[in-house]
């Protein structure tokens, strides 16, 4: 997939995977994978949510597009833990996708080395993501934390089971899998 099919976006994030197809060693780039699913949550809303639920998510905003908006971004942001070395490094577990973390290596976006089986347990990417976005939503929008967390539960649930304060105090107290800023 070319760059020219998501502009706006650097180098590093471009070079960012989401999945990977052992059968055909194919790749896609989770700026394709984000895109995309911000464009399903929009379609749900427009088709498929009834509306009283809408109605009822409308009035928690201040101007009632603001939901359909919100629904979008909550599902395109969904995988965005996978924006992180936690994620990424698994590349390397899958015979024939190391090359993925050399890709994001070139471009700055650095994985510890990791041993499967050993002390260390990699935090699941929804659980990341939980992290990366409150994170973002205090630091660039002054969210309280509680509030950043309640607006990001859809993201670090949606492999059905919400984090835990714990688990999510873990990532603040030792964030090598989160990642650096870049």
Same mark, same amino acid.
């Given at each position: 997939?070319?760059?020219?099919?998501? *502009?706006?976006?650097?180098?590093?994030?471009?070079?960012?995977?989401?999945?990977?197809?052992?059968?055909?060693?194919?790749?896609?780039? !989770?700026?394709?994978?984000? #895109?995309? @699913?911000? %464009?399903?949550?929009?379609?749900?809303?427009?088709?498929?949510? *009834?509306?009283?639920?809408?109605? !009822?998510?409308?009035?928690?905003? *201040?101007?009632?597009?603001?939901?359909?908006?919100?629904?979008?971004?909550?599902?395109?942001?969904?995988?965005?833990?996978? %924006? @992180?070395?936690?994620?990424?490094?698994?590349?390397?577990?899958?015979?024939?996708?190391?090359? !993925?973390?050399?890709?994001?290596?070139?471009?700055? !976006?650095?994985? *510890?080395?990791?041993?499967?089986?050993?002390?260390?347990?990699?935090?699941?990417?929804?659980?990341?993501?939980?992290?990366?976005?409150?994170?973002?939503?205090?630091?660039?929008?002054?969210?309280?934390?509680?509030?950043?967390?309640?607006?990001?539960?859809?993201?670090?649930?949606?492999?059905?089971?919400?984090?835990?304060?714990?688990?999510?105090?873990? #990532?603040?107290?030792?964030?090598?899998?989160?990642? @650096?800023?870049?």
């Amino acid at each position: 997939m070319g760059a020219a099919e998501e *502009p706006g976006f650097s180098g590093a994030a471009l070079s960012v995977w989401a999945k990977t197809n052992a059968q055909d060693g194919d790749w896609m780039r !989770l700026t394709r994978h984000l #895109l995309d @699913s911000s %464009a399903v949550g929009e379609m749900l809303w427009d088709h498929w949510l *009834p509306d009283n639920l809408r109605r !009822l998510l409308s009035e928690q905003f *201040p101007d009632p597009g603001d939901a359909r908006i919100a629904l979008g971004f909550l599902a395109g942001i969904h995988d965005i833990g996978k %924006a @992180s070395p936690g994620f990424a490094v698994k590349a390397r577990l899958a015979p024939g996708f190391g090359d !993925l973390v050399d890709r994001m290596a070139d471009h700055g !976006l650095i994985c *510890p080395a990791y041993q499967p089986g050993g002390f260390t347990k990699l935090p699941p990417h929804c659980r990341l993501g939980q992290h990366l976005a409150t994170e973002w939503l205090i630091e660039r929008y002054e969210f309280s934390r509680p509030d950043a967390i309640a607006f990001t539960i859809p993201v670090g649930m949606h492999h059905g089971v919400p984090p835990t304060s714990h688990e999510l105090q873990d #990532l603040q107290r030792d964030p090598i899998w989160v990642g @650096s800023p870049a």
